[in-house]
């Protein structure tokens, strides 16, 4: 279950509707926010989720970065759907993140929809949603209010941030921002940079979003509607993206769903249709249509290289971060050759990595999954830093 520092308390937020929806802990930023856009941001606020304790020495807290459309209810059902946390397989007693053995953090990312200050949060000076009006956000502007938050906990050094997809370039961002923040690193089917094909399957999403009637130039919450069509089509297109071929056909080939002949029309004949449409219906219920034009926004705007000259070995160059890069060998969103450009450049500086291929047919979403070699990679390389960072095993 998620708890707080032993030795510090985070005010919960107040009692109502909102809260209700969305529980857990608030940090209300005051001092503003310089912002890449050129805007300075604030007050803002940080919605997070802990689990397990901090030990005395604080040295054993792990950043989780959660990916595009997570959040940071890590472990334990989600508010909305009541779903369980999409890394309960690898967070809890026992298990590679050990809740006995380390201290977890996990935000909603600066322009989220779970709390933290986004386009569907009100706008203090006029009391309506940001809408719009919310300013463009960076992979980097999600570091850097991370960084409040963790200063709030009264936390130095981060033994471990870890993430994958976007949450694995907010690990690279922070390594390469913060390295004296952090001991180690694992960035997973991730890239540092957003490719054309990533950005154009983005593209394709954001423009479903605005061509719905309902989005009503981002100011759909005002007039009491929302863009479910649109933002489902977007969802639906995005996790094509997240699945392989082989995966697809392994699940549903060709198979009919609920019917034994073809209708000869546009209803859900095939299986594969309805899983589809099925993962758009309820992608909705819990996410914010803008907060989906900012997110992948920022995705899109990443390109860690460019930050240091154009040379991405810049980024790292002097650090003493350990780093462990996992890829997997059907994820096509973040190919393995991204990861390894990753690895290549952490090599050229001659820092401390480690890179794993996992061979699997599931995918970009594998990192989510049931993937036995994956765990025992990662808790050999956690383990492997615990005992260099003095962690006491449980």
Known sequence: MPSSPSDLAPSRSPPGAEAAARPGYRLVVEEPLALDCGISFGPYTIAYQTYGRLNAARSNAVLVCHALTGDQYVAEPHPVTGKPGWWETMVGAGKVLDTERYFLICANVLGGCMGSSGPMESDPATGKPWGLS??????????????????????????????????GMQVLQWAASY????????????????????????????????????????????????????????????????????????????????????????????????YLRHQGITFVERFDAN???????????????AEYGGALANAFRGTRTRFCSISFTSDWLYPTSENRAIVHALNAVAANVSFVEIATDKGHDAFLLDEPEFFATLRGFLDGCARHRGLETP
Request: proline share 3%; glycine share 6%; aromatic share 10%.
């Open 134 to 167: 919310f300013p463009v956000i960076t992979v980097a502007d999600m570091v850097r209010a991370q960084t409040r938050l963790i200063d709030h906990l009264g936390i130095e050094t981060l033994f471990c941030v870890i993430g994958g997809s976007m949450g």
């Open 291 to 305: 907060s989906y034009l900012y997110i992948t926004r920022a995705c899109d705007y990443f390109d860690l290289a």
């Open 179 to 274: 390295p004296e923040r952090v001991f180690a690193a694992v960035p997973i089917a991730t890239a540092a940079r957003h490719s054309a094909q990533n950005i154009a399957f983005h593209e394709v999403g954001r423009q479903a979003i605005m061509a719905d009637p309902d989005w009503c130039q981002g100011n759909y919450l005002e007039r009491g509607v929302r863009p479910e069509r649109g933002l489902a089509v977007a969802r639906m297109a995005a996790h094509i993206t997240y699945l392989s071929e082989q995966a697809l056909h392994r699940k549903f080939g060709r198979n009919l769903q609920d019917r034994s002949a073809l209708t000869y029309g546009f209803d859900a004949d095939f299986q594969v249709e309805n």
